[in-house]
Each structure stands twice: as structure tokens, then as C-alpha cells.
């Protein structure tokens, strides 16, 4: 069954540093893999997702994540952090089911 | 503005009681979703509907029931309400003829249980 593992449930850096959060899928088969961003008290919304049209995909907000397959990875980054980017960001895979499974988040925290 | 729409944002129950949480999507989206979200475990699926007239069981359905009542709205029921139901539910549709596309998710209904 597919899953993802994201790495680090809290990571803290500084305004204007690189923002790198780690997510490592198990998947038989060629997964689709997704970033899901919460703002506090909201729901999620897509950041980016991967479908094998290329390895490196461009989301929103200056996000990108490269799909990675001989380490099984799916890491996100943003090379220059905002204190706007604070915020929850779940990995998930999408099943054979058509369901999505998600990691446990890792909260970005930003200082100033 | 298009989306998916979740009632109510807030409820307080008592162990033992009932509730229904409402979600109605506009996007004309074929499937949808009923998530708990927990502190440290990310979002783990109650139940889905592949489509309409269709439900089928996720990671975590004890203690729920759902119904899709149309091709735009799917709820969620709590029979007897226990502490442990206390989380964030969200709703969420997709549309996936490939599996590539994303969910809409709504704004989620925070449920207390005391």
C-alpha cells in the first residue's frame, strides 16, 4: 500500500533562508504525490503535485519539489523563506483506491 | 466562490449524543472524502464515495456512518458521540479520471466531545 513518511515535525528557520522539508514515499507502483499547505483554522490547499510529467514541479507561492525516485523522495523547498510561509504542509500519496494518504505535517515556523 | 462548503464550523456535544456533519461541494466532483484531522498524525480517512450511490470504508470508520445524498453533498453522522471523536473533520472532493488530480477540501468543523 502506499504511504509517505515526512521527516521532522517541526522545522524553524529564518526569514530569507532555504526552506527544506522532507517527505519519503513507498509506492509499488509510480505514485502520485501531492503537497497540501494548512494556514491556522483553515482547511488544506494544494501547493504543488507530482504525476510523472516531469521531476522537478513548480507550486505556488515559490514552492518546488523534485521527485526523486532512487531515494524515494519527494522533498519541498523555497529557496528564500517569508514570514507569510508559516504554516502546517502535509506530504501525501494518492492510493490505487483513489484516496490520499498523508504524513503526520511538519510545521514551518519563520523568524524574523 | 466555488469550493467545497462544511456546516457547522463549531460543535460542542455530549458523550452519547448525535450529530451530522454537512458537506455539499459545487464543482460537480464525482468523489469525496470525509478526513480526521489529530495532533501528530495528519489526516486519516473516515469514508469515501467514488461517486454518487457509492461509499466505502477508510482507515478509521468505526463510530460513523455517512451518507451521499446527491452527486453534491456528502454527510458524516455520529450515533453516540465519545471523547475520542474529538478532532477537526474535514470534507474534501476530487475529480479523478487519472488520479492525478488534487483535492478541494472545505474549511473543516472543529467537534468537541466532553
Known amino acids: 500500500a502506499q504511504s509517505v513518511t515526512q521527516l521532522g515535525s517541526h522545522v524553524s528557520v529564518s526569514e530569507g533562508a532555504l526552506v527544506l522539508l522532507r517527505c519519503n514515499y513507498s509506492?509499488?507502483?509510480?505514485?502520485?504525490l501531492f503537497w497540501y499547505v494548512q494556514y491556522p483554522n483553515q482547511g488544506l490547499q494544494l501547493l504543488l503535485k507530482?504525476?510523472?510529467?516531469?521531476?522537478l514541479v513548480k507550486g505556488i507561492n515559490g514552492f518546488e519539489a523534485e521527485f526523486k525516485k532512487s531515494e524515494t523522495s519527494f522533498h519541498l523547498t523555497k529557496p528564500s523563506a517569508h514570514m507569510s510561509d508559516a504554516a502546517e504542509y502535509f506530504c501525501?500519496?494518492?492510493?490505487?483506491?483513489?484516496?490520499?494518504?498523508f504524513g503526520a505535517g511538519t510545521r514551518l515556523t519563520v523568524k524574523p | 466562490n466555488a469550493g467545497v462548503t462544511q456546516t457547522p464550523k463549531f460543535q460542542v456535544l455530549k458523550t452519547g449524543q448525535s450529530m451530522t456533519l454537512q458537506c455539499a461541494q459545487d464543482m460537480n466532483h464525482n468523489s469525496m472524502y470525509w478526513y480526521r484531522q489529530d495532533p501528530g498524525m495528519g489526516l486519516r480517512l473516515i469514508y469515501y464515495?467514488?461517486?454518487?450511490?457509492?461509499?466505502d470504508k477508510g482507515e478509521v470508520p468505526n463510530g460513523y456512518n455517512v451518507s451521499r445524498l446527491n452527486k453534491r453533498e456528502f454527510s458524516l453522522r455520529l450515533e453516540s458521540a465519545a471523547p475520542s471523536q474529538t478532532s477537526v473533520y474535514f470534507c474534501?472532493?476530487?475529480?479523478?479520471?487519472?488520479?492525478?488530480?488534487?483535492?478541494?477540501f472545505g474549511s473543516g468543523t472543529r467537534l468537541t466531545v466532553v
Open positions: 507530482y504525476t510523472s510529467a516531469a521531476t
Open positions: 501525501a500519496v494518492r492510493t490505487n483506491n483513489n484516496d490520499m494518504r
Open positions: 474534501a472532493s476530487s475529480e479523478p479520471p487519472r488520479g492525478d488530480y488534487g483535492y478541494t
Open positions: 464515495s467514488a461517486s454518487e450511490g457509492t461509499t
Open positions: 509506492s509499488s507502483v509510480p505514485p502520485y
